[in-house]
């Protein structure tokens, strides 16, 4: 399920970090935040908090939200199924850290 790799490996540019298994909570909320300025646009990764809803509160609409799930995919290395996907709340940026982290955890498939 997930690329090769250890930790979060930033290069100066952070909309191009891959994250590999085992992402603690600050490192898989830094990769939330990084990709939520991405998709976004106009948010700045030190206003946002856990707390926040991803629509009442940050303004996201459907459309953010199936880009900003790209954009884990792509920093992650993996692809998230549908299905899953399904079974979750997904409501706080909290919601999105714990997501993260579980995928983070998770061997390989």
Known sequence: MLSDG?????????????AGPGLDRSQARGLVFDALTVVLRGVQAETVDEGQELYADLGMDSLNFAQLLVELETRLG??????????????????????????????EK
């Open 78 to 107: 993996i692809q998230l199924d549908d299905e899953d996907l399904m079974t979750i709340e997904l409501v706080t940026v909290a919601d999105l850290i714990d997501l993260v982290e579980r995928i983070s955890r998770a061997p």
């Open 6 to 18: 250890g930790a979060v490996v930033p290069d100066g540019d952070t909309s191009n970090v891959i």
